[in-house]
């Protein structure tokens, strides 16, 4: 069963990729907010989590944050990394360039050995203020699932009309040999229609945004948890192998989750 994440705060965590993480949660505790609604979220489909639309106040986060990452400190137990996640798309609160400055203030007074991560879809990069936050952090994890607008409409849903691949491939660019790039491979159907960014042609169009790009890392993975979409199949993890050696082909590294 898909379910929202309840706090502010959760966790920590043991994440398959960023170690023990504490997350932080701008979205709305009881509602989903995302400019996706992807077909494998674990919150669930937009529509079904409406509720209390509100975004996090700054203070209440940096307050949240403040307490629970001193208890941990103090019990000796520090996160490897605080990551921006939760119920949607973290970089539409409004004060995301502010919310991460106040991040790194804390963590260097309270845990300097953690990093900071943001897991975003890469919607807001035309907001400049998002931009310079996202400069800003150790680990800028942009989603990337195809390099096919007809795939991204079926996989990742944009709800915004105005989304095209080639216009979010042009605003990533100065994120070169700095972001991360992250992708969810996986097959299935969706509404009667097969979906599968495993294809060669699927794998080679990716490949090559991807050497455009020039991210400072990519992440493959497949579905872990419950979708909100239940005919989905997850990917195994020799064929994410088999991907992964294709980028590092390109001489960019690439882990496997």
Not at 46 to 51: F, L, Q, S, V
Request: charged share 25%.
């Amino acid at each position: 069963m898909t379910a929202l994440f309840e706090d502010v705060i959760f966790g920590p965590i043991r994440s398959r990729r960023l170690g023990l993480s504490l997350g932080v949660n701008l979205l709305p505790t009881h509602a989903k907010l995302c400019s996706f609604d992807c077909i494998y979220c674990e919150c669930g489909w937009n529509a079904e989590r409406r509720g209390d639309r509100r975004f996090n106040d700054r203070v209440v986060v940096r307050e949240e944050l403040e307490r629970v990452l001193g208890r941990m400190v103090e019990e000796g137990t520090p996160p490897d990394v605080i990551t921006f996640a939760g119920n949607g798309e973290p970089t539409m609160h409004p004060e995301f360039e502010a919310v991460i400055e106040d991040t790194i203030a804390l963590r260097d007074r309270l845990a300097p050995s953690a990093a900071i991560s943001v897991l975003s879809n890469a919607t807001q990069l035309h907001r400049p203020e998002v931009v310079r936050a996202l400069l800003q952090v150790d680990n800028n994890i942009l989603k990337f699932d195809s390099a096919f607008d007809r795939t991204v409409q079926r996989l990742n849903k944009p709800q915004q009309s105005s989304y095209t691949v080639a216009r979010v491939v042009e605003q990533m660019k100065p994120f070169a040999h700095q972001m991360i790039l992250q992708t969810m491979f996986l097959r299935g159907s969706y509404e009667g229609e097969v979906i599968d960014n495993t294809t060669e042609a699927e794998v080679a169009a990716w490949l090559q945004c991807v050497e455009q790009l020039q991210p400072r890392s990519v992440m493959v993975y497949s579905i872990d948890r419950d979708t909100p979409c239940q005919s989905l199949e997850k990917v195994s993890k020799e064929e994410l192998s088999t991907i992964a050696c294709r980028v590092e082909a390109l001489g960019i590294p690439c882990s496997v989750a």
